[in-house]
């Protein structure tokens, strides 16, 4: 068996149905839309989640809660992870984006206090907790808050 001789199962692949095309076609004149209303026009039809005049679901339905549309979205960073870094090395936001840890599209970068650090190392970012600060102080490393 080769490429230039598959073929679809007998039946599987049907053509498509010329609407339109004169009376003697039986499917021309109305097309298969029936007569006058709304559907039978070009360009009718109803909208998506319309329900015959009937209060839609979307409507009826109690709506709660709030979208603060000025939500900062700041990714969390632990003491754990920056051991990766090599002893010495600045960590700012292009070195975390670099090493994996920050994805997506951020408006900045905290620092927490979650597990131990031995290297000192230089830290470039916007928030550090004050468990964090300590730690990374205690082993020799530096924090410059951007």
């Known amino acids: ?10 039946g599987s692949r049907k053509s498509r149905k010329r609407l339109g095309r004169g009376v003697g076609s039986g499917s021309g004149k109305t097309a298969g839309r029936g007569t006058k209303g709304h559907n039978s026009r070009s360009g009718g039809g109803v909208r998506p989640g319309f329900e015959g005049g009937q209060m839609p679901i979307h409507r009826r339905l109690p709506k709660r809660g709030f979208t603060n549309i000025f939500k900062k979205n700041i990714a969390l960073i ?3 992870d920056l051991s990766r870094f090599e002893k010495g090395s600045i960590v700012d936001e292009d070195a975390l984006v ?3 840890f920050v994805k997506g599209k951020i408006n900045g970068i905290k620092l927490l206090g979650q597990g131990e650090i031995k290297i000192p190392l230089t830290l470039r970012l916007n928030t550090v907790s004050k468990n964090a600060r300590e730690k990374i102080l205690a082993a ?3 924090i410059e808050i951007l």
């Open 98 to 100: 670099m090493s994996g």
């Open 1 to 10: 068996m080769r490429l230039n001789e598959l073929s679809p199962a007998t």
């Open 140 to 142: 020799g490393g530096n």
């Open 78 to 80: 632990n003491i754990r």
